[in-house]
């Protein structure tokens, strides 16, 4: 199963894309097939129901319905990739794909 996720931030081109670039290296890390997109919240949150994981800067999850499909996963320190696999494998665990 190829994982869909959702790098999230305010444009889709800062923030989003740092968060897009760690999260594709730690899946390859763990030999998860997954495709990795960076948006804006608005494009992100039309996604909830096609996705997997939607991953974002904390203070941006509340803005996310979180009765759908998607995981909402929310970083404080988004170059640190240990917060950034420490927030992703309970959700992978869940997802049976860690």
């Known amino acids: 199963m190829s994982l ?3 790098a999230a931030c305010g444009n889709g081109m800062g923030t989003s ?7 594709e290296k730690l ?3 763990l030999n998860i097939d997954a495709s990795v997109e960076a948006l804006s ?3 992100s949150k ?3 129901n096609s996705v997997d994981i939607i991953i974002a800067s904390s203070h941006l999850t509340s803005e996310f319905v979180t009765n759908q499909k998607a995981k909402i996963v ?3 320190n988004l170059m ?3 917060e950034i696999k420490s927030a992703l494998n309970p959700v992978l ?6």
């Open 4 to 6: 869909k996720i959702v």
């Open 27 to 29: 899946m390859k890390e």
């Open 41 to 43: 919240m608005g494009q």
């Open 80 to 82: 640190d990739e240990n």
């Open 17 to 23: 894309m740092i968060i897009k670039l760690k999260v």
């Open 74 to 76: 929310g970083v404080v």
């Open 46 to 48: 039309s996604l909830t």
């Open 93 to 98: 665990a869940k997802l049976n794909v860690n």
